[in-house]
């Protein structure tokens, strides 16, 4: 059974920084693309930044290029979301999912979810 475990999400002050992990277990292939997401309150989810397991292709998406870097350990089975420069816009649940194919970072539905991780940026 494929699982993902979110955390590192907390209360950090306008400017900081964070690093979220995603541990992955029971995947079947070593073919996948792991994305982080973020939802706001009152706003829809929101793809912040994905990475493929074949090609290493990474991608982010505008509003945090340049601040976020998504990196993979597949020693210990992690995705990481290190996050710096944080602004109040950051502030949202953020969650880690999975799906199988593993180049590319394809757009298209994810399979598999964890849970969230509460991320609060203070002004």
């Known amino acids: 059974e494929v699982q993902l475990q979110a955390s590192g999400g907390g209360l950090v002050q306008t400017g900081g920084s964070l690093r979220l992990s995603c541990a992955r277990s029971?995947?079947?292939?070593?073919?996948?693309?792991i994305g982080w997401f973020r939802q706001a309150p009152g706003k829809e989810r929101e793809k912040v930044s994905c990475?493929?397991?074949?090609?290493?292709?990474?991608w982010y998406t505008g509003s945090v290029k340049g601040r976020f870097i998504i990196s993979s350990d597949d020693v210990k089975n992690a995705v990481y979301l290190q996050m710096n420069s944080l602004k109040p816009e950051d502030t949202a649940v953020y969650y880690c999912?999975?799906?199988?194919?593993?180049?590319?970072?394809?757009?298209?539905?994810?399979?598999?979810w964890g849970q969230g991780t509460l991320v609060t940026v203070s002004s």
């Open positions: 990475i493929s397991s074949r090609d290493g292709v990474t």
């Open positions: 029971g995947f079947s292939t070593d073919a996948y693309t």
């Open positions: 999912a999975t799906r199988e194919y593993g180049y590319g970072c394809p757009k298209g539905e994810y399979d598999y």
